[in-house]
């Protein structure tokens, strides 16, 4: 039997074989996806473009500009005018463009204090919003710069009223003590940044917590989306089989000495394992190019890749089993793939729909991926939702062998 099945499945490879287009679009579509995803919610800080126009010629202005330039979440380009600011913003060039006014440095040393305009597009108001608080973490060291400064100074006024009965220190003196002082202040300053008494450590949590770690999106989009698209392979599946019967290609087979359950098992083993190829290339992709993370058990991985690959296989039989015609494959085959997708959740993890999720693979494959490149465990990370991915591609392909017609 097993050399019958063997038979079977090296037509089943000579045939796609000869559609090289089909491998380009299995590889290339789901790709395209992950390189989006990947430049969208990859690693590192986000950068927001925006336009700079610098009013002021002091001390304190140079500051902001220096700091908003060094900033790695802000790519500033510099205008020559507030007029030029307006014009470009409101085209939609940039979200925003900040505006450090004529008399910044001067007013930092004010009680009011000075301030840093943003002007918006007002297309994009909510995600111009972000601008603000970009700017005040760049600037956070001038501000803390221009606090102390200004405490100092009232410091040093209030003393010396206090000391020669309300006539002040002599101006050169005044001076002096604000700039030694405020050097001295500076200095500590700068110390308690770089070595601050009070650090913020992360740590790793215990493993019984790390458990209930959330994914990022790309932790979670990749593996959904792979399923996702994957799963279209049983349409190509069920179209050849449709196909097989409707020529006679499948009656045919029939008069060889051969069982109907070996027939279909040398046809689903090709696209059994071009599913676990392809979720393997693409989660490989992502690991070398976005740096997702693979787990730490590869016969885990391989157990879960296997079953998804028995699911789509028992999937396609099925959708094979209940059409009559190539129409009914296309729109059937894609309906419940993307219901299932969405249901699911691996469509995105806000969309979904509880315990209706629990009748999906990709609810089960999802769970299986999330506890591999997530939280870091094996194979008893993987042993229920493989067992239940299992259990499914059984009822899949008994449902596909009984009610399949090969004449």
Not at 68 to 75: C, D, I, S, V, W
Not at 178 to 200: G, R
């Amino acid at each position: 039997m097993i050399a019958q099945i063997w038979s079977v499945t090296r037509k089943e490879f000579r045939i796609l074989a000869q559609q090289p287009s089909l491998f380009a679009v299995l590889l290339l579509v789901p790709f395209l996806f992950m390189w989006i995803m990947g430049s969208v919610f990859g690693g590192g800080s986000p950068t927001v473009a925006v336009f700079l126009v610098n009013e002021d010629d002091g001390a304190g202005s140079q500051q902001v500009v220096a700091a908003l330039n060094n900033a790695g979440t802000l790519e500033v380009t510099a205008l020559s005018s507030r007029a030029e600011a307006d014009k470009k913003v409101g085209k939609g060039e940039r979200m925003a463009a900040i505006i450090i006014p004529a008399d910044f440095s001067a007013a930092i040393q004010t009680k009011e204090g000075g301030k840093i305009e943003v002007m918006i597009d007002p297309a994009q108001s909510e995600k111009a919003k972000i601008v603000l608080g970009l700017t005040q973490q760049a600037i956070t060291r001038v501000i803390v710069d221009a606090e102390v400064s200004r405490g100092i100074k009232t410091a040093i006024n209030q003393s010396a009223s206090t000391l020669s009965s309300g006539g002040g220190f002599d101006p050169q003196i005044q001076k002096f003590l604000e700039t030694a002082i405020n050097s001295i202040v500076s200095v500590q300053v700068d110390a308690a940044l770089a070595d601050p008494l009070i650090n913020v450590e992360m740590k790793s949590a215990a493993e019984q917590d790390a458990s209930n770690r959330p994914p990022n999106l790309m932790e979670y989009l990749t593996p959904g989306y792979s399923l996702m698209f994957v799963f279209f392979l049983a349409e190509t599946l069920a179209g050849t089989l449709l196909a097989e019967r409707t020529t006679g290609t499948l009656r045919r087979l029939m008069a060889a000495p051969v069982p109907r359950a070996a027939i279909l098992l040398g046809k689903i083993i090709p696209y059994f394992l071009l599913t676990a190829a392809q979720l393997l290339i693409l989660l490989g992709v992502a690991h070398f190019i976005f740096g997702l993370s693979l787990g730490r058990s590869v016969p885990a991985m391989l157990l879960t890749v296997s079953a998804c690959g028995a699911v789509l296989s028992g999937f396609g039989i099925m959708i094979a089993a209940l059409v009559r015609s190539e129409g009914q494959i296309s729109g059937l085959t894609t309906l419940i793939i993307l219901l299932m997708a969405v249901v699911s959740g691996a469509m995105f993890p806000s969309i979904q729909i509880p315990l209706v999720q629990l009748a999906t693979p990709h609810y089960w494959a999802m769970m299986a991926f999330q506890n591999l490149i997530v939280r870091g465990q094996g194979l008893e990370g993987v042993a229920l939702p493989v067992g239940v991915l299992l259990a499914m591609a059984a009822i899949l392909f008994g449902i596909g062998l009984s009610r399949f017609k090969f004449e």
